[in-house]
């Protein structure tokens, strides 16, 4: 029960890395407010309540201010307080800066960047009056790394590991720790753009077995352990830091 007594946000919890992190957390006792622009998220919120868990699922597009301004009063209101912010949500649309059209550009940082700073915006206020906790930014080995043709992708994911840092210099002598994640190839929806852009799913696993050196995808889950960790107060001396989980990817 590393998080009993605690209250944390998960951002795009409908699916993927979000929905294992949500279930995880409340697996270790915490009160959880799943988030997403897709109406599913709420099924993952029963499952946690079914399951004996407590959750509950706000939808909001946290890209907008008064959205997330929103889901905070919402969250402090059902349960009282907030100690941990976990950013997860994200978009990926490949091209190059030739091809990529201007809006999916903007788009791109709305949702992976901009949300980030909305979060923290009107989350860390209420993290302060809750003595201090931890907000998880969902990075990317593409925080570290580029690859071609993610080019809005990989500068938004810069981008995320860079406010990281500036946040946890901001706000650490408020006992508030900022961290960012920083997987490889998981297996999420995330990716589905790629498989297009590569030939298809079967050609994709492919080329992951030959550039992951662990030779396979990550599953949701075990980046939702990381997050465990940096939520919990086992991580108590870490803030600015890239928790890098990606295969080895960056190793190389």
Known sequence: MRLQQKTALVTG???????????????EGAQVVLTDVLESGAAVAQEIRDAGGHAEFYRADISKSAEVQALIHFTVERYGALHVICNVAGINIPGSVLDLDEAIWDRTFEVNVKSMFLTAKYGIPEIKKAGGGSIINTGSANSLVAEPLLSAYVASKGGILMLTKQ????????????????????????????????????????????VQPIGRVIRPEEIADVNLFLASDESSSMTGSAIVCDGGITAK
């Not at 946890?168 to 990716?191: E, Q, Y």
């Not at 589905?192 to 590569?198: E, N, Q």
């Open 167 to 210: 946040m946890a210099l901001d706000f650490a002598k408020d006992n508030i720790r900022v961290n960012c994640v920083c997987p490889g190839w998981v297996d999420t929806t995330i990716n589905d753009a790629h498989h297009d852009l590569f030939g298809g799913r079967a050609v994709l696993e492919q080329m992951i077995e030959e």
């Open 13 to 27: 919890a409908a699916q993927g890395i979000g929905a294992s992190t949500a279930r995880r957390f409340a697996q």
